[in-house]
């Protein structure tokens, strides 16, 4: 089955500074780590890879500082289109300072850098390559969400965004030019503002009301997904049981699946199928971008 749209995908591009710890270090604690890794990764350049990997057409926008240059390479190596990714000579580029522990959960600090110094004119640039019914996916890593939000609306791409990490900014964008949202429990608790303990079923109920026209797909990491559509009403698809070694892009590894399967014109529930295999496969190997699986390993 061929691809007949292509996702652009404008996100953020980190090295990630992964350590492995007995446990997530304590407030005024010094805990020594047992090993550690500099990996490529952003929520970006994670869903890109996980698309790519799926078997669509991506192109991948954003901004890298001169330190973090070689992330392009390795984004084009991996068969993404990487014309609007730009090097930044002035500012840093983005990282994460990555924690997990001995049970595969982990707790990321990011530090924005190139990711959130993106001029205005960089949208232009980069819509005049989009087709209306492309997809445009956006995360929460960058600056100019606002703005790329309306600007891929009015050019007639279908819009996904990934309010991740989730942060009160987000409700002064625009929305209503969203068609699809992928959550997990904190940002469709923040989305809804409800507490982050709300049921998974009430808080889509809740969404889905408060954005009728959108999709919306909330991960649920051990307890699999749920979607809303007006189209399909809810579908809950289970999560594949395995053991966790890693859960870092596991939610990146979901959406890029989630989307591709969409862009190859897949049923609802194939498409939810599809991403939790895929997410399954992730966290059962370290690192981020390294532990996406390809199409192939999904049979
Ligand atoms: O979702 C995982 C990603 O979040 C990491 O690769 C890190 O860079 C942060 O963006």
């Known amino acids: 089955m061929g691809c007949t749209m292509k996702i652009i995908n404008f996100g953020s591009l980190n090295v990630d500074y992964v350590y492995h710890l007995s446990h ?8 020594a780590s047992s090993s550690m890794q500099v990996n490529p990764g952003g929520k970006g350049a994670n869903q890109s890879v996980a698309m790519i990997r799926a078997g669509a057409t991506v192109w991948h926008a954003g901004q890298l500082g001169t330190d973090t240059e070689w992330m392009r ?12 990714i730009k090097v930044s000579g002035s500012v840093r580029g983005g990282h994460a ?17 190139a990711n959130i110094t993106i001029e205005p004119e960089r949208i232009h640039e ?12 956006l995360q929460n890593e960058i600056n100019l969400t606002s703005e790329l939000l309306k600007a891929g609306k009015a050019v007639g791409m279908k819009v996904c965004f990934n309010p991740a990490p989730f942060a009160p900014e987000v409700f002064d964008y625009p929305l209503d030019c969203v068609d699809l949202f992928i959550l997990n429990e904190h940002e469709a608790a923040g989305l809804a503002k409800r507490p982050i303990d709300t049921a998974p079923e009430i808080l889509l109920d809740e969404l889905a009301e408060t954005y ?36 870092t892009a596991a939610g990146d590894t979901f959406t890029g699946y989630f989307l591709a399967e969409l862009t190859r014109g897949s049923e609802m529930k194939t498409a939810l199928d599809v991403a939790s295999r895929a997410a399954s496969i992730a966290v059962t190997r370290a690192g981020a971008m390294d532990s996406i699986p390809f199409r192939k390993e999904l049979s």
């Not at 190596?77 to 014309?83: M, S, T, Y």
């Not at 300072?97 to 850098?113: A, F, H, K």
């Open 24 to 31: 997530i270090v304590l407030p005024g604690e010094t805990l």
């Open 73 to 84: 390479d390795r984004l084009q190596k991996e068969g993404i289109d990487v014309r609007h």
């Open 97 to 113: 300072i990555i924690q997990v522990d001995e049970t595969g959960q982990n707790s990321i600090v990011l530090y924005g850098g």
């Open 126 to 137: 980069v819509l005049a390559d989009a087709k209306a019914g492309d997809w445009l996916v």
């Open 212 to 247: 009728p026209e959108a999709m919306i797909c909330l991960t649920l990491g051990a307890d699999g997904s749920l979607l809303w559509s007006a189209e399909s009403g809810v579908l809950r698809q289970f999560a594949y049981s395995v053991t966790a070694v890693d859960t």
